[in-house]
């Protein structure tokens, strides 16, 4: 995919990722195609325009019929509904956009955001996380991406625990889903293992937490790719970006 050099970031405030929805692959790639245009200096939202051939080399389709389910994407993304969590409890619901309008004649998508998602994606002070795009595009489930972002955001301490009914909940996964836990592990916990292993800047090994039994929890053990190679260092070239953008680099992953 082709995207500019000063919009590969993905920044995002921690409880925006600790959120609880349920959105497609199709919508998720929609979603942050959109939000990496926000820029540092943005005061307010803008309408976002996105060139349908980048969202048509991000959900990687042979469909013959791709553009009507970019039109259905959009449509399904209006309806969507994230539960933020608040720091005295509770949780904010609103919507991925508040428009959305499929434009094939110029070769558009154009997306609006609600104004109470201001405080998780604009002038980010503090409790953000930072991400080149890369990361995710090549992921094929949309577990796997959630799962990059929530441990992406404890990448530096390097170990995050769940409750296997929490995560659960954060995924979106509904209850009739993958009732039986070793389902879950196969289709989700080991397919994001292996998906972000093979494409990501980090990837994870995890240990189960039982009680009697059951498997109650799960601890991830995050190891950056870092340190598991000497590739190029993508960390210095996202810090870098961040430092031209504003951001401070002690601020990012906390």
């Known amino acids: 995919m082709t995207t500019e050099k000063n919009n590969l970031l993905i920044v995002k405030s921690n409880d925006l990722i600790n959120a609880r929805y349920s959105l497609s ?94 405080p998780y994606l604009l002038e980010l002070k503090e409790r953000f996380t930072a991400y080149d795009i890369h990361n995710v595009l090549s992921l094929q489930s949309q577990f796997s991406v959630r799962i990059y972002e929530l441990l992406k955001q404890f990448e530096k301490i390097g170990e995050r625990t769940f409750e296997v009914a929490e995560l659960r909940e954060i995924l979106g996964i509904k209850p009739e889903q993958y009732r039986v836990y070793t389902m879950f592990r196969e289709r989700v916990i080991e397919k994001a293992r292996k998906e972000l292993k093979k494409n ?55």
């Open 25 to 118: 692959l199709s919508e998720i790639r929609l979603f942050l195609l959109t939000i990496r245009h926000i820029r540092r200096t943005d005061k307010d939202f803008k309408v976002y325009k996105i060139r349908i051939s980048d969202v048509v080399d991000a959900i990687d389709t042979r469909s013959k019929d791709v553009y009507n389910q970019l039109n259905q994407a959009c449509s399904r993304l209006l309806s969507r509904v994230m539960h933020i969590p608040r720091p005295n409890g509770g949780f904010l619901k609103v919507g991925f956009a508040s428009s959305a309008e499929y434009k094939p004649g110029e070769g558009i998508i154009e997306i609006s955001f609600d104004p109470k998602l201001k």
């Open 200 to 254: 990501c800047d980090l990837t994870f090994t995890y240990k189960e937490i039982k009680n009697s039994r059951k498997i109650v929890a799960i601890k991830f053990v995050i190891t950056s790719r870092s340190q598991r190679t000497k590739a190029p260092d993508l960390h210095s070239d996202i810090r870098k970006e961040l430092g031209d953008l504003g951001f401070n680099d002690a601020l990012v992953s906390r």
